[in-house]
């Protein structure tokens, strides 16, 4: 800081957090997970402060960026299916899609799997889509549903469902809409 350098790259947030603190001016672009959770930055659209870069976790902000964008490419759809294990739907990440579906004029449907996840779960949540008369779908980023991708836009295109998806694999599957890392960055 005291070189009074043009920008300054921070290799965690860890380190950004340093920086920030004894400097306020020089900007800090930084590699980091969760960077709202860390108290980096106060949303991943508008950082603010001194402090931008790329995260290799949003964290739960990312569930509302996707319900958001979902909404936009169908406005009309009111009831939103979750689709991810019964851990993720009951613990955070189920709270955050339920909050963001709420703002939006929604209602957030829990299309839940059980274990193993494995091709008769996915269709058993698709027929709980189908009971719920959901409109359109948030898949979430668990491992089980990457490895399913295929299936999963299979079945989407079946109940005619706009969905999001977390990775850009699905979009390059056949999935219409994809928010979040891309294959390089997955494995």
């Given at each position: 800081v005291a070189l009074k350098p043009d920008v300054?790259?921070?290799?965690?947030?860890?380190?950004?957090?340093?920086?920030?603190?004894?400097?306020?001016?020089?900007?800090i672009?930084?590699?980091?997970?969760?960077?709202?959770?860390l108290g980096l930055a106060t949303s991943l659209a508008r950082p603010g402060g001194n402090i931008t870069g790329f995260t290799v976790d949003p964290g739960t902000e990312v569930v509302g960026k996707r319900l958001g964008?979902?909404?936009?490419?169908?406005?009309?759809?009111?009831?939103?299916?979750?689709?991810?294990?019964?851990q993720a739907w009951d613990g955070t990440w189920g709270r955050v899609m339920r909050e963001a579906a709420e703002r939006t004029g929604s209602t957030s449907i829990?299309?839940?799997?059980?274990?193993?996840?494995?091709?008769?779960?996915?269709?058993?949540?698709?027929?709980?889509?189908?009971?719920?008369?959901?409109?359109?779908?948030?898949?979430t980023d668990h491992a089980e549903g990457f490895g399913n991708r295929s299936l999963i836009i299979e079945l989407a295109a079946q109940a005619r469902?706009?969905?999001?998806?977390?990775?850009?694999?699905?979009?390059?599957?056949?999935?219409?809409?994809?928010?979040?890392?891309?294959?390089?960055?997955?494995?």
């Open positions: 300054i790259f921070a290799t965690s947030g860890r380190l950004a957090e340093a920086f920030r603190r004894i400097n306020t001016a020089i900007p672009v930084t590699i980091t997970s969760e960077p709202m959770a964008l979902l909404k936009e490419v169908a406005p009309s759809a009111t009831r939103i299916a979750f689709l991810g294990s019964r829990a299309a839940t799997m059980g274990d193993p996840i494995g091709e008769s779960e996915y269709r058993r949540a698709f027929a709980v889509m189908a009971k719920e008369r959901a409109q359109a779908l948030v898949v469902l706009p969905a999001i998806y977390a990775y850009r694999a699905f979009v390059e599957a056949g999935g219409v809409l994809g928010y979040g890392l891309g294959d390089a960055e997955v494995g």
